[in-house]
């Protein structure tokens, strides 16, 4: 957000979730920019594509093949897909016809019913996931109950805004929080129609996409989305340069998965969420960090800890340069989904 914006800005910005309308504009490396999203470009045909309104949403990649297009994550909401969806339309005027999740999260599924009739592709957990009661998935819950929370905090801070400045950048920011919360209630899940355990490859034109299961991690049911001629893997949330996060996570078994992702020939790992990575040695980081947690927390519940108090008495700070784990403790939920893996195997 910058730091002034005047009041037709304002109205513009929070009038994005309601129109279609779409302002383009390509740079000389083949990014396009709309008013909602940032399309850059990676591969001849292929789009990393990240959302640039001051609001959470997951990235999405967009293949462009021989006849028709390959989208990667549907947004957060059916607003913000249509919104990508228009992004799209002015790349090409190829029609999409395959949608493929990396995993059930809201943030990466719900915007599906504003695709119409596309193949739906997904793991057999996230189908499962999906097609079982998601509007009350504990991650979508948290994410509902935020909106109000965080409505009334911006409107106490506007009464109480010391400048003009100030008080333009907090209505804009109440105005966007308000449209994604009622953007919220319009979402109704769409679980896969094709549904893989393992790998499932497509052939579109002379492009190869491989959908590969890797092993559990940040859900039960992630898939990578593979380009071998490009050597592009787009990973979810599966895979970033950091942790992730891990309320759902398999905590044990992640840096087994991350080390089985490690064996695709890649050049460019492109995350659900944040920018692109060229390093495989991020994974092997990660990857430790993952067995550190998961020994530390173990050793303190077998202390007697609870979860709460195990929370602050994990310390990663080791990891101070390499992650930025600068303060001992962590995540609650972090904690709370280890102690429920231990206890759902009697340990």
Known sequence: ??????????LAAASLFCSHAIAQDEAADGTITTDSHRFQMLADGVYLAMYTVPMFNSNSLVVINDDDVLVVDSQITPRAAKQLIAGIGQITDKPITTLVYTHFHYDHAHGTQAFGDVQIIGHEFTQKTM?????????????KAGHPRAIAWLESQLESAESDEQREQLEYRLGLTKARAEATKEIEPVPPDTVLSDRLDLTRGDREIQIIFCGRAHTGGDVVVYLPADKIVYTGDMAFSGPSFLGDGHVDEWPDTLMNLKELDVELYVPGHGPPFKDP?????????????WD???AVRADGANAGEATSRV????YADTLGIRRPGTDPLAVARIY???DERGE
């Open 1 to 10: 957000m910058t730091t002034a914006r005047t009041a037709t800005m304002f």
């Open 296 to 298: 530390q927390v173990v």
């Open 131 to 143: 097609a079982g009661d998601p509007h009350n998935e504990p991650t979508f819950q948290r994410e």
């Open 340 to 342: 429920q893996l231990l």
């Open 281 to 293: 040695g991020r994974l092997d980081l990660v990857a430790a960090y993952y067995r550190d947690l």
């Open 315 to 318: 310390d990663l700070t080791s």
